[in-house]
């Protein structure tokens, strides 16, 4: 007591426990098991399953006993409701802030980073896909208006790849085989469309994207150039001529002066837009319930109709649970033995003023179920969680050499890079750019977070890689989780505990202590 050794543990974290009585300290156990806890973060169903060899919750049953009515100096819970209120205004130690859904929200993120260009000089749009909240009026009409030039662009470069190296006459344009960066999608050309033939609709989609162009460098400001959008041209029928091409196999015409046009606008188009190169052909986009976790209700579609639909139950202000994002799917990603990955980093902040942020060099990458595909938007082959993937089969068309765990450390990533000579892009690259991604995104809600003196928060970054190798920040997570779903995140999530407690407790004795793989990126 003398030595302010007292912890509380809110959940079933064995390694936290272990660790903290290997120090000697004591455990004060709950006053009550409060409200439920699993609707908050991570997969705590299996996180109650999860064991240690001498876990035992009564071990210290006499200590704890003794210590029942006094005031823990360390807090570890899932969420910061689940801490006693008159706790907070103490000087104790606690694992969570207040009020950070500002960056750990889909919808708080998407938010906050609107704020970066005034608060750094960045561009949100280098890190993160373009994203809008359905329930606001004027975010729900960007959209549209995104979605249209999207399919514009979209369009000229389907315009390109089916030109195949050959300029098309009026015979039917051939399928062409997967190349380098393709988006393992295929298309046959007999179709619900007949096959037909628009000879005016790339003329079109040249037209839209020439404007935007103008708009971009504010060429339009003298002649006062209408948005595209806003044109005469029929946006319904050209979408839907669009899915025709895109998605049926319809054709289109390409003269040579066209194709010339196509690619030098698509070149300066690339200069203005940093998402151009991940956009791809098809204009995937992906819905998100703002306030939820572990892939539920997400839904990747092709259509403005379906995202719509869904915008119009979003609307009403009482509705919370049920806003909306759309983001802009990534299309160009890079993928391993043709899967879909992303990767969990783990960062933590232990100060807001100044703010000071780690960042975790050992992190994992999940896996898909199934092999990546455009054409087909199901759950198994485009979201990568834990929570969704268990439930998934693995299809017997996946590549065998994908972990059957649908688990990799980074380090096993790194040595697949190097396999292919590109073993500097993991140092170069990745990690640069997640660790600026994650410090823009904080610096972007600072001001709204509740940070308190003393207390830290661990969270959990969800990265997609590019083709280009550029990482793209897709969600951050509070209290992710630390269940172990494979042999890699057995160790990973233990030694990302152990090296927490050596950061925020051993260092403030001893300064020179190991923190393990954390590394300070940012301090104000």
Known sequence: VQEKKIFMVQGPYPTIRSLLRARGWVERKPRSAGRPLEQHCGNQKKQRLETEPGDDSDEQGEPSYLVRNRAPNFIWTHHLGAVESQLLQQDYVVNHYARVGAFTTKEGLCLSLQNLPWIEQADHNTFFPRCYRLGNTDEREAFIEDFCLTAARSLLQLALEKAGGKLLGTEQPQNSNKGPGESHVSHSMTSTAGSLLYPWLVEEALEVCEQHLGILGHQDIDRGTPFPCRTCID????????????????????????????QDLLQRLAEQLPQLGMEGKFNVWILKPGAESQGRGIICTTRLEEVLQLARGCTAPSVWEGKWVVQKYVERLLTIFGTKFDIRQWFMVTDGNPLTVWFYRDCYLRFCSQPFSLRHLEHARHLCNVS?????????????????????SSKQFQAHLARLGRADAWHQVMVPGMKAAIVNALRSAQDQVGFRKGSFELYGADFLIGEDCQPWLLEINSCPTMSPSSTVTRQLCANVQRDTLRLVLDRKDNPTCSIGAFELIYKE
Do not use: I, T
């Open 235 to 262: 946006w319904d029928r050209f979408l839907q001529n669009y899915y025709c091409v895109a998605h049926e196999g319809a054709g289109l015409v390409l003269s040579r002066a066209q194709r010339q046009q196509c």
């Open 388 to 408: 969704v993937q268990k439930w998934c089969k693995m299809s017997p068309d996946q590549d065998p050499r994908v972990p059957p765990d649908r688990v990799w």
